[in-house]
């Protein structure tokens, strides 16, 4: 399975000329013959604390699904997108997953970032989501600073073989992004498939740092300031690893969650 990875320049809080540049990405994508292609947390807005302005309704007519529904069925490409939804009045960072003109998944960030005020303007999800992105490829995905939270991706991987994390990742802290993403492939012995912008953006500075690893921890994606990265994927790997070596099995969750109990 082909992949492309973004390394976007989001333009802050500018939907329309964003649209341009992701139609253009994937376009670029189609033409290097890859099935899905992966954008950044909130991509056509950047990481804003502006939910009220740019907020779209989580149904399957609102305009952001309409678009990429669009634009999946035009260039015949799965894309995985992040974008910020309203549900009951209240906002959420979402990331949703489309493949010809049909929605497979709508995540809501488990972890808003409180130490970015995210938490302030918007409300943490509260469940884990798997889909197929073919009949045997289950897969999953997170959000940004879900990364530093290991045991959402180890419930995850007890089916998902291939995990997305789309972020907003400032250059400040990237070196925790690399080590962070390794080790969830390492651990959960899954592909970790990590994209991030790029530019500036609300004060902060972002570096080309998408990347993706293989259940063995090793990183298949070339290093590359270039706005599109293409990985080749057998998900198949991943279940041999673990057949092989069968960590999940020496899991101990009823333990684990005796450890949380007071």
């Known amino acids: 399975m082909k992949i492309a990875l973004t390394q976007m320049d989001i333009v802050w809080e500018c939907p329309n000329e964003n649209k341009t540049i992701c139609e253009r990405l994937i376009r670029h994508a189609h033409e290097n013959q890859c099935q899905w292609i992966v954008f950044p947390e909130m991509t056509l807005t950047g990481f804003s604390m502006h939910p009220e302005r740019f907020f779209e309704p989580v149904q399957s007519d609102a305009p952001v699904h309409s678009f990429f529904r669009q634009l999946s069925l035009q260039y015949s490409i799965g894309i995985v997108f992040g974008y910020i939804a309203e549900a009951d009045g209240r906002y959420y960072n979402h990331l949703a997953m489309v493949e010809n003109g049909i929605y497979l998944m709508e995540y809501a960030k488990i972890h808003p970032f409180s130490y970015g005020e995210e938490a302030n303007y918007y409300t943490g999800g509260d469940r884990i989501v798997t889909c197929h992105m073919e009949p045997s490829i289950c897969v999953s995905g997170f959000v940004c600073y879900d990364l530093r939270f290991p045991e959402v991706f180890q419930a995850a991987s007890q089916s998902a ?31 970790m498939i990590g994209v991030n912008r790029t530019g500036n953006g609300g004060g902060l500075c972002y570096c080309p740092s998408s990347i993706a690893f293989d259940p063995y921890g090793k990183r298949i994606s070339q290093e590359s300031n270039t706005e599109l990265l293409c990985v080749d994927i057998q998900p198949e790997q991943a279940a041999a690893y673990r057949s092989e070596f069968p960590v999940q099995a020496d899991r101990r969750k009823a333990v684990y969650s005796k450890l949380y109990t007071p």
């Open 161 to 191: 073989s291939v995990i997305f994390v789309i972020a907003n990742w400032p250059m400040s802290r990237i070196t925790h992004w690399y080590t962070l993403l390794q080790a969830r492939a390492i651990e959960n012995q899954c592909f």
